[in-house]
């Protein structure tokens, strides 16, 4: 058993080493997302997204048995790193969920607003003699 501690302890080193540069990430897009600064957001970096995919595959190969069978301290870093990468990933998607329903609320807004604003005048009779068509308003949004 002690061979399998030996062996094993690196793959939770390097979960950890992993973990803590994914929590510096997010923590840093949460940062960008709370000053409105959407453009320094590094989660679309090649080098995270690759470090992504990577922790990614590590941890669906980790066996739950390395963690329990390694010495105590080692586990607890682990658990604690865990816990907060799980509570530093939900405010970054929680941030970011508010930032996209923001802005496509601003975008559905521009549409209704270009949308009435190119209607066209209603006549009193009880058809009006023609088929009210969209504008196309995202044609008309420069922003997006």
Do not use: C, W
Request: proline fraction near 5%.
């Amino acid at each position: 058993m002690n061979d399998v501690k030996i062996q094993d302890e690196p793959k939770i080193e390097r979960l950890i080493a992993m973990a803590e540069r994914l929590i510096a990430v997010l923590e840093s897009d949460i940062a960008a997302l709370k000053a409105g600064d959407v453009a320094a957001l590094k989660t679309g970096d090649p080098e995270v997204q690759k470090l992504t995919a990577q922790y990614g595959r590590e941890a669906q190969n980790f066996d739950l048995r390395i963690a329990q069978a390694a010495p105590v301290t080692l586990r607890t870093r682990f658990l604690t790193i865990t816990a907060k990468f799980r509570e530093v990933l939900m405010l970054h998607t929680r941030l970011l969920a508010r930032v996209k329903n923001a802005s496509e609320g601003m975008i559905r807004a521009i549409a209704n607003e270009v949308d009435r604003m190119n209607a066209p005048t209603r006549t009193y009779g009880p058809r009006p003699g023609y088929k009210p068509q969209s504008s196309g308003a995202m044609v008309f949004n420069k922003v997006v």
